[in-house]
Nanobody
């Protein structure tokens, strides 16, 4: 059974930082691309960042230079370090892993940035 469990969300002032974690089980983590998405109220879910098995990273333009995605294969955990947060970063953040022909999602963690 595949499980993705996010943690680390919360309320922070603009300019602050948060680190999200995604603990994965039921997949061969080291062989899996890992992604972070977000969904703001009334908006579509959007890709924030992804990290390949090689460590290659891709970022949405809106977060380049502020967010860093990383992975620890020994802990089966992916991270999203978010710095210089802005009110427009407010959203539910989801961890995603494509595996075994399906797309798996975590339950999401709320990030709220106050101005």
């Amino acid at each position: 059974q595949v499980q993705l469990v996010e943690s680390g969300g919360g309320l922070v002032q603009a300019g602050g930082s948060l680190r999200l974690s995604c603990a994965a089980s039921g997949i061969i983590f080291r062989s899996n691309v890992m992604r972070w998405y977000r969904q703001a109220p009334g908006k579509q879910r959007e890709l924030v960042a992804s990290i390949a098995t090689t460590g290659t990273t891709v970022y949405a333009d809106a977060v380049k230079g502020r967010f860093t995605i990383s992975r620890d294969n020994a802990k089966n955990t992916a991270y999203l370090q978010m710095n210089s947060l802005k009110p427009e970063d407010t959203a539910v953040y989801y961890c995603n892993a494509p595996a075994y022909g399906a797309n798996y999602w975590g339950q999401g963690t709320q990030v709220t940035v106050s101005s």
